[in-house]
Each structure stands twice: as structure tokens, then as C-alpha cells.
């Protein structure tokens, strides 16, 4: 009678509401958002470095992928499912927009995030965040190839931190990553193709012409 007596009590409804809200937090949220990024980054990063030729030398050591909750790793390959087919439509325009960049230590983030910001400059949309991944991998491999492999290896961490700041919240009100798998999953490159430029949780306005001012503005974030 005494323990039931305990568990029912006031104090100890307001303790589990307490903990309930705890778990459940804005903070605690934005908190598994961001290492949910980092883990997609490092997924899409990982799996494309390790295509490049000197990786297949045996020349280029790539850390591998920490351990992820099997939902995760679904989630994972999803967005870089999509985020590759993003950067094969886009190829040409990714890769002379990395080219273009030139990352410093001190200037790395903020240039990322300079470029980030402009895809997402008139809205928040499924396609964008998976162009957000794509642009992510092409840099990659861009930086790899100018031998810049330790600032590769901070990129997941610029993705968590960016998502977080600007896009997290928008993430979560459509559902999270669960909401990407639903929306994707099931579909062929050309379904995906015809979703990021043609649908509402697509890249819409973020079209050929958009990727080239894209390209102006990094020209003004090399000088």
C-alpha cells in the first residue's frame, strides 16, 4: 500500500510529467537531430570516398561509419540514395561550384554555410536539404582530390551544425527523417528526378539557373 501510495502521489505525477517533458524537450530534440545529421553526413561522405581511386589504392584512409540504429542506417542510405541523384543532375554545376571554393581552417564553415544558406535562401523543402547532401559529397570528394582530407573529416560535424541552426526545426515539424523515407523510399531515379524538380518537396525554384548564381557567389567567396 505504501509503494502504491508513493507512485500515486502528487509529488511524484509532477516527477514523471517532469521527466516526461524532459525526454521529449526542444533541447533533447535538437540534440538527436544533430547527431542524426552527423551520422547521415558521414554515412553519404563515407560511401562516396570510398569509390575514389585512391581509396581503391589503398591510399586514402577514410574513417569508418560509428555504429547507427538499424532506422537510422535505412534512413541513411535513403538520403544518399536521393542526394545521388541529385548530384548526377546537377553534376556539372556541383563540381565547378567546389572547384571554385577555397576552404581555410579559419574560413571553412563560414564558406559552407555561405553556400548553404543561398539554397535555402527563398524556402525549406525536402529536395533542397537532399541537394544540401549532395553539395556535401561533391565537396568531399572535390577536397579529397586537392588533398584536404582533414577538413573532409569536419564536414558531418558543419552539416549537424547547420541543419540545427537553420533547417532543424522545419525537420521536425514535417515529421523528421521518417517523413524523407516515406516520401522516397519507394521511388525510382526518374520518379526522384521528376519529385526534387517538379513537386512541392522539391527543389523547385532551385533550378539550373539558381545552381549558376550559386556558382557567382562562390566566385566571390574564392577572392
Request: proline residues 4%; neutral net charge.
Given at each position: 500500500?505504501?509503494?502504491?501510495?508513493?507512485?500515486?502521489?502528487?509529488?511524484?505525477?509532477?516527477?514523471?510529467?517532469?521527466?516526461?517533458?524532459?525526454?521529449?524537450?526542444?533541447?533533447?530534440?535538437?540534440?538527436?537531430?544533430?547527431?542524426?545529421?552527423?551520422?547521415?553526413a558521414?554515412?553519404?561522405?563515407?560511401?562516396?570516398?570510398?569509390?575514389?581511386?585512391l581509396?581503391?589504392?589503398?591510399?586514402?584512409?577514410?574513417?569508418?561509419?560509428?555504429?547507427?540504429?538499424?532506422?537510422?542506417?535505412?534512413?541513411?542510405?535513403?538520403v544518399?540514395?536521393?542526394?545521388?541523384?541529385?548530384?548526377?543532375?546537377?553534376?556539372?554545376?556541383?563540381?565547378?561550384?567546389?572547384?571554385?571554393?577555397?576552404?581555410?581552417?579559419?574560413?571553412?564553415?563560414?564558406?559552407?554555410?555561405?553556400?548553404?544558406?543561398?539554397?535555402?535562401?527563398?524556402?525549406?523543402?525536402?529536395?533542397?536539404?537532399?541537394?544540401?547532401?549532395?553539395?556535401?559529397?561533391?565537396?568531399?570528394?572535390?577536397?579529397?582530390?586537392?588533398?584536404?582530407?582533414?577538413?573532409?573529416?569536419?564536414?558531418?560535424?558543419?552539416?549537424?551544425?547547420?541543419?540545427?541552426?537553420?533547417?532543424?526545426?522545419?525537420?521536425?515539424?514535417?515529421?523528421?527523417?521518417?517523413?524523407?523515407?516515406?516520401?522516397?523510399?519507394?521511388?525510382?531515379?526518374?520518379?526522384?528526378?521528376?519529385?526534387?524538380?517538379?513537386?512541392?518537396?522539391?527543389?523547385?525554384?532551385?533550378?539550373?539557373?539558381?545552381?549558376?548564381?550559386?556558382?557567382?557567389?562562390?566566385?566571390?567567396?574564392?577572392?
Open positions: 500500500m505504501a509503494a502504491t501510495a508513493v507512485f500515486s502521489s502528487p509529488a511524484m505525477h509532477r516527477l514523471c510529467s517532469s521527466l516526461e517533458s524532459s525526454v521529449d524537450s526542444p533541447t533533447t530534440q535538437r540534440r538527436e537531430l544533430k547527431y542524426e545529421c552527423q551520422s547521415i558521414h554515412f553519404c561522405i563515407y560511401n562516396k570516398l570510398k569509390t575514389h581511386p581509396a581503391q589504392a589503398g591510399s586514402l584512409a577514410i574513417p569508418p561509419v560509428g555504429q547507427i540504429s538499424p532506422s537510422m542506417h535505412r534512413v541513411a542510405k535513403v544518399q540514395r536521393v542526394a545521388g541523384e541529385v548530384e548526377k543532375r546537377y553534376n556539372t554545376q556541383f563540381n565547378d561550384m567546389c572547384c571554385k571554393l577555397r576552404l581555410t581552417t579559419t574560413t571553412a564553415y563560414a564558406t559552407f554555410a555561405a553556400v548553404a544558406n543561398e539554397m535555402f535562401s527563398s524556402g525549406v523543402n525536402w529536395g533542397r536539404i537532399a541537394a544540401l547532401f549532395a553539395f556535401v559529397t561533391s565537396l568531399a570528394w572535390s577536397l579529397t582530390e586537392r588533398g584536404h582530407i582533414g577538413v573532409v573529416e569536419r564536414m558531418p560535424d558543419w552539416v549537424a551544425q547547420f541543419v540545427e541552426k537553420n533547417v532543424g526545426e522545419w525537420i521536425a515539424s514535417k515529421g523528421s527523417w521518417n517523413a524523407f523515407v516515406q516520401e522516397f523510399e519507394r521511388k525510382c531515379p526518374d520518379e526522384i528526378t521528376y519529385d526534387i524538380e517538379n513537386t512541392d518537396c522539391g527543389l523547385t525554384k532551385l533550378n539550373i539557373a539558381t545552381l549558376f548564381g550559386l556558382l557567382i557567389a562562390t566566385a566571390f567567396l574564392t577572392k
